[in-house]
């Protein structure tokens, strides 16, 4: 196990620290190339780059458990099983449990193409619940269309197999994307990748520059993607992803006493993440529109009620923690946020009644350098953010 390669080269003790002669351990290069195509499996509307947690984790011991309570679309999650940790991840959002628990799976393309194709075939329970208007006619082609709801209703029906659950992620990364010129690697219409249109613009976009949706096969797009990412997935371990809200008190199963813990919450400002995935969303029984109310969401609101609400995860997570457990954050702010996120996160940190003791603060680096979760959603943004890494430790 990797692990165990790289537990060989660190004395135990240094893991207690944060900065070690481990750091600069090249642990991406005991990786074998291949096994970090399943993380791309699916784009998310804000994620970090794996070099990020992987770089945290390094240094953890064969059997430290790792918990992500803002898993998105699983980094920290596929980065541990990269490493053979066991780890835990959480999201109230369905699409980035979704798209987590594709990564935790172990199966070969096969066994999943053959489920798509059983499902295709069998017309038995299929309600025929196509969603109609100029979008839709527009965004898809329409036997393209029909077969993608035909997958979707089966999959939101029973979504308990490995097959399924790989047939799920690969489809939440091929629903939308740019066409090609002659090779097709995305179901929709021309569309950015990483975050879904709405409507309206999209329809003004297509019209304007007179694009038609192209007829593809689903099964040819499943067949391709299951090739590439589940060719050579790494071991299993013992790994799970949860649909929660991390403010509320986790269930008695989350008691691992987790001994890391990597994770970026939402950013000050990102009130709401589904709308900007709104097509994924709707893959896994959302509205067939995006929904603009903002509900109960932690980052909107007052950067009062954010600190107080963060302070809350913050004290979850240290009921379910080791004595000396490490907390890495990686945050920051819209560009159009006024207040000063450095000072919420600490705040957050210190108001939590748990013993989380921040060790340093760090700019995550420049934005030239890949290393900011920013870079993966700018061209919705436009603008460049701020971002840092906390550091903290569990004092007792
Ligand atoms: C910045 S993203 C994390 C991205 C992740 N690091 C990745 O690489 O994909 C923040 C995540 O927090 C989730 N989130 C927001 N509020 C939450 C809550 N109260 N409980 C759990 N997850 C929440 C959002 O759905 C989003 O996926």
Redesign the pocket.
């Given at each position: 196990m990797l692990n165990e390669k790289i537990a060989r080269k660190i004395n135990p003790k240094e893991t207690s620290n944060f900065s070690t002669e481990a750091d600069h351990l090249d642990v991406l290069s005991l990786i074998p190339k291949k096994q970090f195509t399943l993380n791309a499996i699916a784009p998310?509307y804000?994620?970090?780059p794996i070099q990020f947690p992987l770089d945290k984790l390094k240094i953890a011991a064969p059997n430290d458990w790792v918990l992500?309570?803002?898993?998105?679309?699983?980094?920290?999650i596929y980065a541990s099983r990269l490493l053979g940790l066991k780890s835990i991840g959480?999201?109230?959002?369905p699409v980035?449990v979704a798209i987590t628990k594709a990564k935790l799976i172990k199966i070969t393309p096969e066994v999943i193409i053959r489920e798509c194709e059983k499902i295709l075939s069998n017309d038995e329970n299929f309600t025929d619940n196509i969603p109609k208007g100029e979008f839709w006619d527009l965004a898809f082609d329409n036997d393209t269309l029909a077969q993608i709801c035909k997958i979707k209703e089966s999959l939101l029906n029973d979504c308990k197999t490995d097959a399924r659950i790989g047939l799920r992620g690969i489809m939440l990364g091929a629903l939308h994307g740019p066409t090609g010129k002659k090779i097709q690697s995305y179901l929709s219409n021309q569309m950015p990748r990483t975050y879904t249109t709405k409507p309206g613009s999209a329809v003004r976009y297509w019209i304007k520059h007179n694009y038609t949706p192209k007829k593809i096969n689903v099964l040819d797009i499943v067949d391709k993607r299951a090739r590439r990412y589940y060719e050579d997935v790494p071991k299993k371990v013992n790994s799970q992803a949860y649909l929660?809200?991390?403010?509320k008190i986790f269930p008695k199963k989350f008691n691992k006493k987790f001994r890391w813990i990597v994770?970026?919450?939402?950013?000050l400002g990102?009130n709401n993440?589904s709308t900007n995935q709104w097509l994924r969303e709707w893959f896994v029984g959302g509205d067939e529109k995006p929904e603009y109310a903002i509900k109960n969401?932690?980052?909107s609101g007052s950067p009062k009620k954010f600190e107080k609400?963060l302070s809350n995860?913050w004290r979850n997570v240290s009921l379910i923690s080791d004595n000396d457990a490490h907390l890495v954050i990686?945050f920051g702010a819209l560009p159009s946020t006024p207040y000063d996120f450095e000072s919420i996160i600490q705040k957050s940190l210190s108001y939590s009644g748990s013993e989380w003791q921040v060790e340093k603060i760090e700019s995550a680096g420049s934005s030239e350098d890949g290393q900011r979760?920013s870079n993966q959603f700018l061209s919705s943004v436009k603008h460049s953010m701020d971002e840092i890494d906390v550091y903290a430790r569990k004092v007792s």
């Open positions: 998310y804000t994620m970090f992500d309570p803002f898993c998105g679309r699983g980094t920290t959480i999201d109230k959002d980035a929660h809200d991390a403010r994770t970026s919450p939402p950013y990102m993440y969401n932690l980052a609400e995860v990686r979760q």
